[in-house]
């Protein structure tokens, strides 16, 4: 069992940066692959990255080199550092984690296991 807290939402202005934080309960958080996805009103849930166990990371073909993923095992916690925020971003944020060691199949939520209750994020123009 893994229990999923994310923080780090808020409102910003078009242009600034967050970092999400997602934060694990459980001894064997390193053991797991997390994702984050994230939903905005009226649409599907939306893969944005993911990070293995073993060390790899994936990202949205759209969001590379604006957002970066990390990880700190003795932390229990994984960041979704957010650069260049669009309002298009704006969305309830979700982490996730899953038992896969890799592939393109963590690229969809039916990978996951357990998720977390989600973080907004507004981005204004």
């Known amino acids: 069992q893994v229990q999923l807290v994310e923080s780090g939402g808020g409102l910003v202005q078009a242009g600034d940066s967050l970092r999400l934080s997602c934060a694990a309960s459980g001894r064997t958080f390193s053991t797991y692959t997390i994702g984050w996805f994230r939903q905005a009103p009226g649409k599907e849930r939306e893969f944005v990255a993911f990070?293995?166990?073993?060390?790899?990371?994936n990202y949205a073909d759209s969001l590379k080199g604006r957002f970066t993923i990390s990880r700190d095992n003795a932390k229990n916690t994984v960041y979704l550092q957010m650069n260049s925020l669009k309002p298009e971003d704006t969305a309830l944020y979700y982490c996730?984690?899953?038992?896969?060691?890799?592939?393109?199949?963590?690229?969809?939520?039916?990978?996951?296991?357990?998720w977390g209750q989600g973080t907004q994020v507004t981005v204004s123009s």
């Open positions: 996730a984690a899953s038992r896969g060691a890799g592939g393109s199949y963590l690229r969809g939520p039916n990978a996951y296991d357990y």
């Open positions: 990070s293995t166990w073993p060390g790899s990371t």
